[in-house]
């Protein structure tokens, strides 16, 4: 079984190699976010327009925070390898993990240096993510995520 380091090495790994490729054509959501974010256009394909980024993302966790979608992405991920060595993620534990990361107050550091408690601000990578899961076009980032975010709200 692998710790939660390694997982985090991990996923450190993925999103190091997916910096390399920002503002490509991969990194929109395209069609198939289309069909799950409410008819809204796919997010924007250039990633240093960071306003239309944030709009994009803010958005899109309004429509996942409006759709609840546990059951929908827990049928698209029923033979996928676990960490632990087993497979599939259930229904319960992908609300638990959308309840974390989208619902959730958590102490953050403000710019001050002080520590707020409100909800985690938008990401356009973490929306992107949340419906590529959504849509069954998960990629292993997506899982690894999952993995994630599954540890840290069982910590």
Request: charged share 30%.
């Amino acid at each position: 079984m692998a710790s939660v380091a390694e997982a985090e090495e991990a996923i450190g790994a993925v999103i190091r190699a997916g910096r390399a490729s920002a503002g490509s054509a991969a990194g929109s959501v395209g069609h198939a976010g289309d069909a799950v974010h409410g008819g809204h256009s796919g997010r924007p394909r250039n990633a240093a327009d960071y306003e239309r980024q944030d709009q994009w993302a803010n958005d899109a966790y309004d429509h996942i925070r409006q759709n609840a979608d546990a059951d929908v992405i827990a049928s698209h991920l029923p033979d996928v390898r676990r960490l632990d060595g087993s497979t599939g993620f259930s229904a319960e534990e992908i609300g638990r993990i959308r309840d974390h990361i989208f619902f959730e107050e958590h102490p953050l550091t403000d710019y001050d240096g002080g520590v707020v408690h409100r909800r985690y601000d938008a990401s356009p990578d973490m929306a992107e993510a949340w419906l590529r899961l959504r849509s069954g076009h998960a990629r292993p980032e997506d899982v690894a995520l999952l993995e994630h975010e599954s540890a840290e709200v069982r910590y």
